[in-house]
């Protein structure tokens, strides 16, 4: 049998990831997941939690006046991993956005999420170029990851079932340092681990 590139991306797939699984559950098996495509793009971890599509070619790291910070209050573990992350990264007061999310399931409603987004960017600063949220859960809004939901804006364009494509990002292949600026979207990770000391043995 003549072997082709999708039989060889079939077998590394099959053979080189675990099973889809919750945040949750992937967090309590590995202790902590952290992806960071703002401090090291060209090394994004393979979670599911980044928005997809930040440029194939590194980039200087943002700074922090570049760097959103989304906190739930409600959660002492996001405040603690927050207020860590921003006096680490020297990220300024104004760029920290302070939410109440009491909701404690794995996934938010659109209704929901659509109040947080619109109170979210009619409170970040013009020069905020990406989003770093810090708890677990929620970390879906209905069919998309929280992480796209914060960049995009709810859409059902981007969820799929299985492996269907979805819209594409316009971020996808782009040299863009201030995607904000220049596409009007602003890409979001998620700093997710179950203890401070993890967060800091990560960041």
């Known amino acids: 049998m003549r072997i082709t590139l999708d039989h060889l991306r079939r077998y590394a797939v099959a053979r080189s990831l675990f099973k889809p699984t919750t945040l949750g559950r992937a967090i309590n098996k590995l202790g902590f997941v952290q992806a960071d495509p703002i401090r090291?793009?060209?090394?994004?971890?393979?979670?599911?939690?980044?928005?997809?599509?930040?440029?194939?070619?590194?980039?200087?790291?943002?700074?922090?006046?570049?760097?959103?910070?989304?906190?739930?209050?409600?959660?002492?573990?996001?405040?603690?991993?927050?207020?860590?992350?921003?006096?680490?990264?020297?990220?300024?007061?104004?760029?920290?956005?302070?939410?109440?999310?009491?909701?404690w399931g794995?996934?938010?409603?659109?209704?929901?999420?659509?109040?947080?987004?619109?109170?979210?960017?009619?409170?970040?600063?013009?020069?905020?170029?990406?989003?770093?949220?810090t708890w677990v859960t929620p970390d879906r809004v209905e069919c998309m990851s929280i992480t796209s939901a914060f960049a995009f804006g709810f859409d059902r364009a981007y969820c799929a079932e299985g492996c269907a494509a979805t819209r594409l990002s316009p971020y996808f292949?782009?040299?863009?340092?201030?995607?904000?600026?220049?596409?009007?979207?602003?890409?979001?990770?998620?700093?997710?681990?179950?203890?401070?000391?993890n967060a800091r043995a990560h960041l």
């Open 40 to 103: 090291a793009p060209a090394r994004v971890a393979f979670v599911s939690i980044v928005l997809a599509g930040f440029a194939a070619q590194p980039a200087p790291a943002l700074t922090g006046n570049e760097l959103g910070l989304i906190i739930n209050e409600a959660d002492p573990l996001s405040v603690r991993i927050g207020e860590y992350y921003a006096r680490m990264r020297q990220i300024p007061a104004q760029n920290i956005l302070r939410i109440r999310i009491t909701h």
């Open 173 to 197: 292949d782009s040299n863009s340092r201030q995607p904000y600026n220049e596409l009007k979207l602003r890409p979001a990770m998620s700093i997710a681990a179950t203890t401070v000391e």
């Open 106 to 133: 794995a996934t938010l409603s659109a209704e929901e999420f659509a109040v947080l987004k619109a109170d979210i960017d009619a409170r970040t600063p013009t020069t905020v170029q990406a989003y770093a949220l």
